[in-house]
């Protein structure tokens, strides 16, 4: 025992006592926020600005495509139903073209050859169409014309506003006044609210959705960082050949349970760092909030720390017995990388399907991998974040989580006998199965 601690303080203040370890402490929540906040922004700017050019064949939509009051060519009805609140938004600057009257394949024709010219002052991103019978034929259809296929931002906006504009003529034709007309069409908000099974109500929505995603981050993440870390170690060893000396002094078994330890409370160190920076930072906002009379608990409560202590050991006590094995039974790291990338997309699965068990934990989907072994941790603790599983689920999953680890450890404790002092050829799967039956 006094062996396995040994390994145990080396391998975890050999790591602790790393300059990266501390710049990553403090740069990796940085990185996090980075990583959910910056997508979203570079999308939005990333979009840059859109010329497009929106041909109107019932010539009464200036308005509603350009957000102003004024009439221009336009009738006083145009001026009443298209009225809009605004102008397009984001990036979007439309080129309103009147066209009633005329042949509309031959008007468009024009504005598809700015799409493809060479003058970029000239050129267009985009021709929006409203048909001529828009405000009476039940099946007339908007057109967008764009050289991407996946430009479905703008289409999605330009359409909005058109239909808007559409609708607006429509209630006026049957009379009714514009001052109605805006409130019939003003949308309303929606407040999300959880109903937990005590009948306490608590918002949700999107807030907690990314809450979820960052909480999720935090515990998988690490378990596959210090996973990898234990594998380099251990292919280390054995290309510098210490590893011989280490088990002429002990057994393998507490040469492995002492690596993965170690590396375990250096995983809970760094996540107790960031918990700590995350409780001053939240701590400051909370006070923010509160006076604001928003309240954050209802985002986080003292359970998700907790669930979060469980389901990170198991996880990781999960995954990281593979990258153990790995480590043990290969001589390089191009060839665990090889091994184990595989491996990896399958443990990945569950952040893979991350959205829909988060909008859906009681799914059927949801519930199976929270109760399944190696997907149980990360499952189930999305599932306690975002609703209220039943405790026995709880309590099964844990159950589940421990069969495996044991599991996992036995098995992981013979390949690792035998592997770690082989050398040469990576051993093929029939070769591990007969380490484990003779180990």
């Not at 350009?66 to 439309?94: A, F, L, N, W, Y």
Request: net charge positive; aromatic share 10%.
């Amino acid at each position: 025992m006094n062996k396995m601690f040994a390994v145990l303080k080396r391998e975890y203040f050999q790591a602790v006592r790393k300059k990266m370890f501390i710049v990553m402490t403090f740069l990796m929540p940085v990185l996090m926020i980075g990583l959910f906040v910056l997508p979203g922004l570079m999308m939005e700017r990333g979009m840059g600005t859109k010329k497009i050019a929106v041909l109107d064949g019932t010539g009464q939509l200036r308005s509603a495509v350009e957000g102003t009051d004024k009439t221009d060519d336009s009738d006083e009805k145009d001026v009443q139903v298209g009225r809009s609140g605004g102008g397009m938004p984001g990036q979007i600057h439309p080129e309103y073209v009147s066209v009633a009257g005329k042949n509309l394949d031959e008007a468009v024709k024009p504005y598809l050859e700015k799409m493809n010219t060479e003058d970029k002052k000239e050129r267009i991103d985009g021709v929006f169409l409203i048909p001529a019978d828009a405000f009476t034929a039940k099946e007339a259809k908007l057109r967008y014309y764009s050289r991407s296929a996946t430009d479905f931002i703008t289409q999605q906006r330009v359409s909005s506003r058109v239909n808007k504009g559409v609708q607006r003529y429509r209630l006026t034709e049957k009379g009714i006044a514009p001052a109605d007309i805006e409130q019939l069409l003003k949308e309303l908000r929606v407040e999300s609210v959880q109903l937990s099974k005590t009948g306490e109500q608590k918002k949700g929505g999107v807030a907690n959705f990314f809450v979820g995603f960052i909480l999720c981050a935090l515990l998988l993440i690490p378990s596959f960082v210090y996973g990898l870390e234990i594998m380099r170690g251990i292919i280390q060893e054995k290309t510098d050949r210490v590893v011989e000396v280490l088990v002429s002094s002990m057994s393998p078994a507490q040469l492995l349970v002492g690596k993965i330890l170690g590396v375990a409370l250096v995983g809970l160190t760094q996540i107790s760092a960031w918990f700590v920076m995350a409780g001053i930072g939240g701590a400051i906002a909370a006070t923010s909030a509160s006076m604001a009379g928003m309240n954050v608990m209802q985002l986080i409560r003292p359970s998700t720390f907790v669930y979060f202590l469980i389901f990170f050991l198991l996880a990781y006590l999960s995954y990281v017995c593979i990258y153990a094995i790995g480590g043990a039974v290969c001589n390089s790291e191009k060839e665990a990388q090889q091994l184990i990338a595989p491996l990896t997309m399958v443990m990945m699965l569950p952040w893979f399907l991350m959205a829909g068990i988060l909008t859906n934990p009681e799914s059927g989907l949801s519930v199976g991998f929270s109760l399944s072994p190696v997907f149980g941790p990360l499952t189930m603790y999305v599932r306690t974040l975002v609703s209220e599983p039943p405790m026995w689920h709880v309590l099964l999953s844990i159950a589940i989580s421990i069969a495996t680890i044991t599991v996992f450890f036995w098995a992981t404790a013979k390949i690792f006998r035998v592997g770690i002092l082989s050398y040469g050829k990576r051993p093929t799967i029939p070769e591990i199965w007969r380490w484990l039956k003779v180990a």
